[in-house]
T-cell receptor, first 115, second 115 residues
Framework: AQSVTQLGSHVSVSEGALVLLRCNYS??????LFWYVQYPNQGLQLLLK??????LVKGINGFEAEFKKSETSFHLTKPSAHMSDAAEYFC?????????????FGKGTLLTVNP | ETGVTQSPTHLIKTRGQQVTLRCSSQ?????VSWYQQALGQGPQFIFQ???????GRGNFPPRFSGLQFPNYSSELNVNALELDDSALYLC??????????????FGPGTRLTVL
């Protein structure tokens, strides 16, 4: 079984400050890991993904995440927050050896960016 | 290229009724997955269809059923609606399998309210 824990249901930062959203996973097999962003009343947009290549993954909109197997973590960072980054962020995991790649999501972290 | 589309956008039903939600996959995609996202929660996997056959199911009762058509579009049917079925229902399509992970592209969702 796989699971994802996102620490902090709500993170608030000032514009220009570092964004750090935390994600820890549990998986009995090598995982594939993802970060998605959801804006109000919209579907999910993929920010970045780890599929067993480089452990430091760069995504869209200046976001990046580092896969740390020893810590079972995949935290999302952005050096400088922008007002447009305000949204809900979901970390997800899937089984690299699976047949259907079903995604297991965390409960989400709402990011607020203050001017 | 048209992305994943879902209809209707919003729907209001009463307890005990039946509902059908529709999803058109992205051009060239042959796999469709459905997720339920309750308010304040991450999406939960309902089931996946590949080449018109169910290919994996999450922890949802049999009153949640689906179909995939020859053009790879899909329907999600829910019978005997309960109040807890109120949620955003997300559809995601994936391209033909290449042996490695195939990204899931999400539609905007259908917001179902059960009164």
């Amino acid at each position: 079984a796989q699971s994802v824990t996102q620490l902090g249901s709500h993170v608030s930062v000032s514009e220009g400050a570092l964004v750090l959203l935390r994600c820890n996973y549990s998986s009995s097999v090598p995982p594939y890991l993802f970060w998605y962003v959801q804006y109000p009343n919209q579907g999910l947009q993929l920010l970045l993904k780890y599929t067993s290549a480089a452990t430091l993954v760069k995504g869209i909109n200046g976001f990046e995440a580092e896969f740390k197997k020893s810590e079972t973590s995949f935290h999302l960072t952005k050096p400088s927050a922008h007002m447009s980054d305000a949204a809900e962020y979901f970390c997800a995991v899937t089984n690299s050896g699976g047949s259907n790649y079903k995604l297991t999501f965390g409960k989400g972290t709402l990011l607020t960016v203050n001017p | 290229e048209t992305g994943v589309t879902q209809s209707p956008t919003h729907l209001i039903k009463t307890r005990g009724q039946q509902v059908t939600l529709r999803c058109s996959s992205q051009s060239g995609h042959n796999t469709v997955s459905w997720y339920q996202q309750a308010l304040g929660q991450g999406p939960q996997f309902i089931f996946q269809y590949y080449r018109e056959e169910e290919n994996g199911r999450g922890n949802f009762p049999p009153r949640f059923s689906g179909l995939q058509f020859p053009n790879y579009s899909s329907e999600l049917n829910v019978n005997a609606l309960e109040l807890d079925d109120s949620a955003l229902y997300l559809c995601a399509s994936s391209p033909p399998r290449t042996g490695s992970y195939n990204e899931q592209f999400f539609g905007p969702g259908t917001r179902l309210t059960v009164l």
